[in-house]
């Protein structure tokens, strides 16, 4: 390591790495020379540059945490748009600015449900908020519209391509039978082939598709121009493996929602998803004779078949009209025809007792409290010979 040396007699200092015999500068022996010891850091040595890179080690870690924290809710609202966008491709609406998405989102989605492999609603839970990762062990599904204004339910879904993750949004009917929409995405998938799954171009081909065959998921995609049936997808040319991710990710996808949502009757899509089981299929079911008295829409309601929807369970014909007597009085619009007192009735017999309206000798032909009192009042016609449904008719005694 070189030193510092003064000259006193031309007043100069140099580096050298001993005492030299003169100054290299003037010439003047050693009685004129004298080192210069150093007063500072030496920043020549091993322990200053090590400092000096720790220290800036540091310096640049504190400031790119800084600006990441500071920048994070920044990233978090883009990454929550660009989900939102995605979804809402899946109902058919594209191509909408950044600044409309969060209002467009909010007009669709009606309401989320997060459901367990076993079909419980999870309490609380936002299917937006559940993460790709971790589909499988939890369920998100959005009630939702199309741009059309059709009722669906959007099911994210996950797979594997060639190169990396694949992942997904399909939006069905409400019955579970029908494709209205579909988005996929990929993480690193090959440019010009397998990446354009993510163009509207392959999506589009999902639109009115079947889902079910035989009751199971057929949903799927199979190698370009060797679909034999509906429920089979052309994939991309040239990216085979990523097609086949694709495809196993939809049916294996959907049969694990359809699975789940079979197994909760009491959950909340339940109530619409024709493939989930029937009250009275349970082991535990409380209906008269164990029928199926579940309504039109898939739902079961309680024990007494009080269906969730304004329709009754009588709506269904195989339904004895007994199962209804314990709600509501038997009505025709229910499909409860061959009710005791009701053959008659045209709008059905409203509150009135049934003992009364078969007792009477005047038979109602409309109007809720015609035989109320088990005798013709001013309500309705009472089909009395002469009537011939005159309002008036009803004034006689």
């Not at 966008?85 to 309401?111: H, P, W, Y």
């Not at 994210?156 to 069905?172: E, F, I, M, N, Q």
Request: charged residues 25%; contains cysteine.
């Amino acid at each position: 390591m070189a030193k510092k040396f003064l000259c006193s007699q031309c007043g100069q200092t140099f580096e050298a790495a001993s005492m030299p015999d003169k100054c290299p500068i003037c010439g003047a022996d050693t009685s004129h020379l004298s080192e210069v010891k150093s007063k500072g850091i030496n920043t020549n040595g091993n322990v200053y540059t090590i400092c000096y890179a720790a220290v800036m080690v540091v310096l640049v870690a504190f400031l790119l945490a800084f600006v990441s924290s500071a920048l994070k809710p920044a990233q978090d609202a883009n990454v929550a748009i660009d989900k939102k966008k995605q979804i809402l491709a899946s109902l058919n609406v594209r191509g909408i600015a950044k600044s409309e998405v969060e209002a467009k989102f909010d007009e669709l989605i009606q309401e989320t449900y997060v459901l367990t492999p076993d079909g419980q609603e999870i309490e609380g839970a936002n299917a937006f908020d559940v993460e790709t990762k971790d589909i499988g062990e939890k369920y998100p599904i959005y009630l939702a519209k199309t741009a059309a204004g059709d009722e669906a339910y959007v099911l994210p879904l996950k797979g594997r391509g060639l190169w990396g993750g694949l992942w997904g949004y399909v939006a069905l009917t409400l019955d579970c039978e029908k494709v209205l929409g579909a988005y996929f995405d990929h993480e690193s998938e090959t440019a010009g082939l397998g990446a354009l799954i993510k163009e509207e171009k392959f999506q589009s081909q999902f639109i009115g598709r079947p889902v079910m065959t035989d009751g199971k998921v057929a949903l799927t995609v199979v190698k370009k121009g060797a679909s034999e049936a509906e429920t089979q997808v052309d994939g991309v040319t040239g990216a085979t493996l990523t097609s086949k991710g694709v495809g196993e990710m939809v049916q294996n996808g959907i049969q694990q929602y359809i699975d789940a949502i079979s197994k909760g009757i009491d959950g909340a899509i339940a109530k619409t998803c024709s493939h989930a089981p029937k009250c009275c299929e349970k082991s535990d079911c409380k209906c008269p004779e164990k029928k199926l008295c579940a309504c039109k829409d898939g739902s079961c309601g309680d024990a007494a078949c009080n269906c969730a929807s304004d329709a009754k369970c009588c709506a269904r014909e195989e339904c004895p009209c007994a199962c209804c007597e314990k709600i509501a009085p038997c009505e025709m619009k229910h499909g409860c025809a061959k009710h005791e007192g009701c053959s008659e009735a045209k709008q059905g017999c409203g509150d009135c007792p049934q003992k009364a309206c078969a007792e009477a000798q005047h038979k109602c032909k409309s109007g809720n409290d015609c035989c109320k009192s088990g005798v013709c009042d001013k309500s309705g016609s009472c089909g009395k010979p002469g009537c011939d449904g005159d309002k008036a008719c009803c004034g006689h005694k």
